[in-house]
């Protein structure tokens, strides 16, 4: 028998736009030194899966453009086939926030659509849930260890005789006490809360469990709630209350309320509900260069179909768009969410400003790994996540969503962060990218994972809910799977369980709190 030969691999790059300069490795494995492009240059090393190629000789200070954007500047010249990294590259200056371009792109013409539903849950304020749960909300981070004691035990006792609510969930936080409650800024935090606690998918049910001594006290985290100091309320278990004795009544004070709500929440069921009732935050985290070019354009796509269908969608993330400015405000629907957008990249650079850091602190080791040198080039990619469609409204951070179509929610990049902050804005169905593979997953709403790599769905094929890598390959298109993520969004709201909450992962909420520590 004679050995199989090796297989040899037709390189592949991906260049996306006409007159970029830089195209991306397409090859799981990246591609040796001496590979002949087709109609392009013979590589002069060996360059990594997703990281970049000098399509033509770059002179030193030339311009490195992708997405037909100058991502950068090169240190030293670049041959033709060279490998284009951070290191050979000079990051350009943020664009300025004066004399930006205001209404000027063109609107697309894009049809309605109509005859889309599915199957939720509606609420009395008008809200749609796509899940059924009991939310176990807190005023401040010092009864944390109660509440969970007191989770464990509704999972375990309570839950399973009320087979109409798909779970129970702890709104942890680290927030409440040891902070200037009043300070600039510390509004958002409550906000944020005060919000979350109102998301469609917990049905208007939400309990409150409180310490008694804390600055965050119930009246303030929720006025509308609990206004009357004094007066006990159905819904607030306050651990120093004097009819608690020992450990074991306030637990038992937990769970005999939580069963008041699961009652209720039982009697709920779903019904057909248009697709204009969703509201969809987008999403990238462990971003790779292959996120703008494969997994963040079919959410796109996916966008402009649900925003026709009348839906809500929110993209965020200051710093991943900061340096994309003037598209958003030459998208903008009026010259107000103009403004609107330009105030938030304004705060938010007076924000790094006084943290001394700066822009170029967002991109991570892992995102430079996976092929994006800087923050330009991440943030062309984060993008076109939001689709074509122009942008209807911002959302301020802590704040819930009051209009409909394609939303700018402002929050910070972080994953969980963001996700906690589009939450509060009423987001009832979550899009998360990964190109790198981060196991994120939010209780509170269905996430459902996008892999910008064939190699990544592969390898984590328990976690990737959708395989947006067949783009890369040619196997899919664009369109064809921002068709299938839009009918898998419909699914999900419906009731289809995604990955993350088949294996039930979970991580706490993460508050944005630029008011001082004290």
């Not at 998360?432 to 196991?439: D, L, M, S």
């Given at each position: 028998?004679?050995?199989?030969?090796?297989?040899?691999?037709?390189?592949?790059?991906?260049?996306?736009?006409?007159?970029?300069?830089?195209?991306?490795?397409?090859?799981?494995?990246?591609?040796?030194?001496?590979?002949?492009?087709?109609?392009?240059?013979?590589?002069?090393?060996?360059?990594?899966?997703?990281?970049?190629?000098?399509?033509?000789?770059?002179?030193?200070?030339?311009?490195?453009?992708?997405?037909?954007?100058?991502?950068?500047?090169a240190t030293r010249p670049l041959p033709a086939g060279s490998w284009v990294y951070e290191a050979v590259m000079r990051m350009p200056p943020a664009p300025s926030l004066d004399a930006l371009p205001i209404c000027t792109a063109p609107v697309p013409d894009l049809e309605p659509l109509s005859g889309h539903t599915f199957q939720g849950y509606r609420n009395a304020d008008g809200s749609v849930g796509t899940r059924n749960i009991l939310a176990i909300a807190m005023t401040v981070q010092c009864v944390a260890g109660v509440a969970d004691i007191a989770l464990d035990r509704i999972r375990r006792e309570l839950l399973p005789r009320y087979p109409n609510v798909d779970g129970v969930v702890a709104l942890h936080h680290g927030y409440g006490c040891g902070v200037a409650i009043d300070a600039p800024g510390a509004s958002i935090p409550v906000k944020t809360l005060r919000h979350i606690a109102q998301n469609p998918n917990f049905g208007g049910e939400v309990m409150l469990v409180s310490l008694g001594c804390e600055k965050l006290q119930p009246e303030r985290l929720m006025p509308e709630r609990f206004q009357d100091r004094g007066a006990a309320h159905p819904d607030l278990v306050r651990l120093q209350d004097e009819r608690h004795v020992g450990f074991g009544s306030m637990i038992d004070d937990i769970l005999a309320m939580a069963e008041i709500h699961l009652e209720r929440l039982n009697q709920r069921r779903r019904e057909t509900c248009p697709a204009s009732d969703l509201v969809v935050g987008v999403q990238c985290g462990g971003s790779d260069a292959f996120s703008g070019a494969t997994a963040n354009p079919a959410v796109g796509h996916a966008a402009d179909l649900l925003v026709r269908a009348g839906a809500t969608v929110m993209f965020s993330e200051v710093t991943e768009v900061r340096d994309g400015i003037d598209q958003l405000t030459a998208r903008a629907a009026t010259p107000k969410v103009a403004r609107d957008l330009i105030r938030e990249m304004a705060w938010y650079d007076d924000y790094l400003q006084r943290g001394q850091a700066d822009r170029s602190a967002n991109t991570?080791?892992?995102?430079?790994?996976?092929?994006?040198?800087?923050?330009?080039?991440?943030?062309?990619?984060?993008?076109v996540k939001s689709g074509s469609t122009p942008i209807r409204g911002v959302v301020p951070p802590g704040e819930r969503a009051r209009d409909k179509g394609l939303l700018y929610a402002a929050t910070p990049a972080g994953d969980?962060?963001?996700?906690?902050?589009?939450?509060?804005?009423?987001?009832?169905?979550?899009?998360?990218?990964?190109?790198?593979?981060?196991?994120?997953?939010?209780?509170?709403?269905?996430?459902?994972?996008?892999?910008?790599?064939?190699?990544?769905?592969?390898?984590?094929?328990?976690?990737m809910d959708i395989d947006a890598g067949r783009i890369a390959t040619g196997e899919a298109s664009i369109e064809d799977l921002g068709q299938e993520l839009f009918e898998r969004i419909l699914d999900v709201a419906s009731g289809r369980k995604t990955w993350a909450e088949h294996w039930g992962i979970v991580n706490d909420l993460v508050l944005f709190n630029p008011g001082p520590v004290t």
């Open positions: 028998m004679h050995p199989a030969r090796p297989t040899v691999q037709v390189p592949r790059m991906i260049r996306m736009r006409e007159g970029d300069n830089v195209a991306i490795v397409a090859n799981d494995r990246g591609l040796p030194a001496g590979a002949r492009i087709p109609d392009g240059p013979t590589l002069l090393e060996a360059i990594p899966q997703g990281h970049k190629v000098a399509l033509c000789d770059i002179p030193e200070d030339g311009a490195i453009v992708r997405y037909g954007v100058v991502i950068g500047h991570t080791p892992g995102n430079k790994r996976g092929g994006l040198s800087n923050i330009v080039e991440k943030a062309m990619g984060s993008i969980f962060v963001c996700g906690t902050l589009q939450l509060a804005a009423g987001m009832n169905v979550h899009i998360f990218t990964t190109g790198r593979g981060t196991p994120y997953g939010l209780a509170e709403v269905p996430v459902i994972k996008v892999a910008t790599r064939s190699d990544l769905a592969r390898r984590w094929h328990d976690l």
